[in-house]
């Protein structure tokens, strides 16, 4: 076939098995744009707010279906728009293709209307980026970009394509996606030298990260868990790996961590990350962290061993295909005293809330028991962010999407619209706090557009509430541009970018207000007002060790 560039975009699209692509058109895209049209029922397009909604929203679809997710923009502003959700994925190690326009190759480099390396401005935050300026070789680009994207550690890949490329020819030919690659650098010593340490181990703990979820790994994780006998804590980017109701969880680890999951990795002898990164905020102060114990650290992603914590034994490689082999090896061990200590530590440290005021834990909890844990979940950033880790059960992988590694405010609205898209059956629920809320709540237009039934869920505290929690604890309770009190109404606001609002002010209010918000079939916010000083807890101050986490008896 004899096609232009903007066809063989739609085309490579078509043969990745892409069905929607989120953006937003432009005087350089406009090539694409129209492709796109004579191909709407075949690739569906979401024509969201900002580009920045573009990208969360491709970032929330991959997380919800571990497939790529498609952002398209134009050049200048529109592709520096991107940025943040760009970053935001590669921290998170999310397999996403962002694909910008930009002017025609004569105009490069030429301070043109709406000019902008692109490719340069995002070379620190993606796994590859390309500067297309041959028709020729835009299809094999494409591929090789959704290959990278979704090979070894996932993470976002930039095709930029500068307009006459869109609009010249040539011959293409479809073919079958590029397989995704999976690295595998061990040896069958170092193999040994994990199941030797496993073997003699007497309190054994297991911390799980983002990467159990990327390589489909949780029933291997569940078998690994019941195999060796061992507790098992999670990052937050782990959420749902494991079975949130089993009785070897122990909750998440971390500056906002239970203390089961502190306390016990503080004090086990052998401790086992199965695709953590070993981030600040898990390990705390890194020189006392896991300090009793042998590290053992399974990772697809060889510069992360040794990166930020020093191991005993590591194998470079896929998850699930390495976890497949430790448990065919495995004799099934018994930790019965160890086990039951953890028990003991849960019993004794529960997470706790305020139980006289309406809170968020107490949303959360409301909503596990309303959707019986079903629920897709995204958040913004904040306590909220730490509260719906803490007191929601998650059973199921790709459960819970949030911004762990950039932490990123506005990112849950737009991730949650992605993964609605992705996952239609599912439920799915934003809780954003009332700061993060306002940076991208025009996404709100995007869902009721398109009839998006999501439920946005603000909890409003009238504050910054996590950056207030430091404040109070560490700047002598010096609230320096951190409160919120104005004359936003957040419902008026809602029902004005076609949603429908509820606004709940009390505990009895809850649960009428997300069943009626689940009876209708379109976007709804509800708008839940708590108090002001609400605290996440436990905590760890920064840069202490994890065994020093405190809760409000402390």
């Known amino acids: 076939m004899y096609l232009t560039g903007a066809e063989i975009v739609v085309e490579c699209l078509k043969e990745q098995g892409v069905d929607t692509v989120f953006g937003y058109p432009g005087g350089a895209a406009l090539n694409i744009y129209d492709a796109l049209y004579k191909h709407q029922h075949e690739i569906r397009h979401i024509l969201t707010s900002h580009e920045q909604g573009a990208a969360h929203a491709a970032d929330g679809y991959a997380r919800a279906t571990g497939r790529v997710g498609v952002c398209l923009a134009t050049s200048g502003p529109g592709a520096t728009n991107l940025v ?18 930009n002017v025609t190759l004569p105009l490069l480099g030429k301070d043109s209307f709406q000019e902008v390396d692109i490719a340069g401005v995002t070379m620190p935050i993606t796994k590859h980026g390309y500067i297309v300026k041959d028709v020729t070789i835009l299809a094999k680009t494409l591929r090789k970009a959704f290959a990278i994207a979704k090979s070894g550690r996932p993470g976002p890949v930039l095709v930029d394509i500068t307009k006459d490329v869109t609009a010249a020819s040539c011959e293409y030919t479809c073919s079958e996606p590029l397989p995704a690659e999976k690295t595998g650098q061990y040896t069958q010593e170092e193999l040994e030298a994990v199941l030797e340490l496993i073997r003699a181990s007497r309190k054994p703990f297991l911390c799980l990260g983002g990467g159990a979820v990327s390589s489909d790994a949780s029933a291997e994780v569940r078998e690994f868990a019941d195999k060796i006998h061992a507790p098992v804590c999670d990052t937050l980017m782990a959420k749902g790996v494991f079975d949130g109701y089993h009785e070897l969880y122990t909750g998440m680890i971390g500056m906002h961590g239970t203390k089961a999951s ?27 962290f896991a300090s ?21 034994a590591s194998l470079v490689g896929d998850l699930k295909e390495i976890l497949t082999k430790l448990n065919h090896r495995l004799e099934q061990q018994e930790h019965g005293e160890w086990v039951e200590y953890i028990k003991s530590m849960k ?46 059960h998650y ?17 849950g609205l737009g991730a949650c619209i992605g ?12 809780i954003g706090g009332d700061g993060c809320f306002r940076m991208n709540m025009n996404e709100l237009a995007t869902a009721s557009r398109y009839h998006i039934p999501i439920i946005q869920i603000v909890i409003n505290n009238n504050v910054l509430g996590m950056v207030r929690q430091w404040q109070t604890f560490y700047y002598g309770k010096r609230y320096s541009h951190t409160v919120l009190k104005d004359q936003v109404d957040f419902c008026k606001v809602a029902e004005g970018l076609g949603c429908t609002a509820i606004r709940v002010t009390s505990r009895e209010e809850v649960a009428p207000a997300i069943e009626k918000a689940l009876q209708i079939n379109g976007p709804v916010v509800l708008d839940c007002v708590i108090p002001e000083d609400d ?20």
């Open 419 to 430: 993964a609605k898209v992705g996952c239609p059956d599912r439920i799915c629920i934003n």
């Open 84 to 101: 943040t959700g760009i970053a935001t994925a590669y921290m998170d190690s999310i397999p996403m293709v962002a694909i910008t326009a």
């Open 535 to 554: 605290k996440v807890f436990p905590m760890v101050s920064p840069g202490a060790p994890i065994s020093e986490v405190f809760d409000a008896d402390d």
């Open 347 to 392: 019993l004794r440290f529960p997470l706790k809330y305020d139980t006289s005021v309406l809170s968020c834990p107490y949303i959360m909890e409301e909503i596990d028991r309303i959707t019986g844990g079903e629920a897709i979940i995204t958040t913004d950033v904040g306590q909220h962010q730490m509260w719906a880790a803490q007191f929601y």
């Open 395 to 411: 059973t199921m992988p790709r459960s819970f999407l949030t911004s762990g590694g950039l932490g990123t405010m506005g990112y």
């Open 292 to 312: 009793h114990a042998k590290i053992i650290h399974i990772d697809i992603d060889a510069a992360e061993i040794n990166k930020n914590i020093r191991t005993d």
């Open 262 to 288: 502190n306390l016990g990795v503080s004090q086990c002898d052998l401790l086992i990350a199965l695709g953590a990164r070993f981030s600040d905020r898990v390990v705390g102060n890194a020189a006392s």
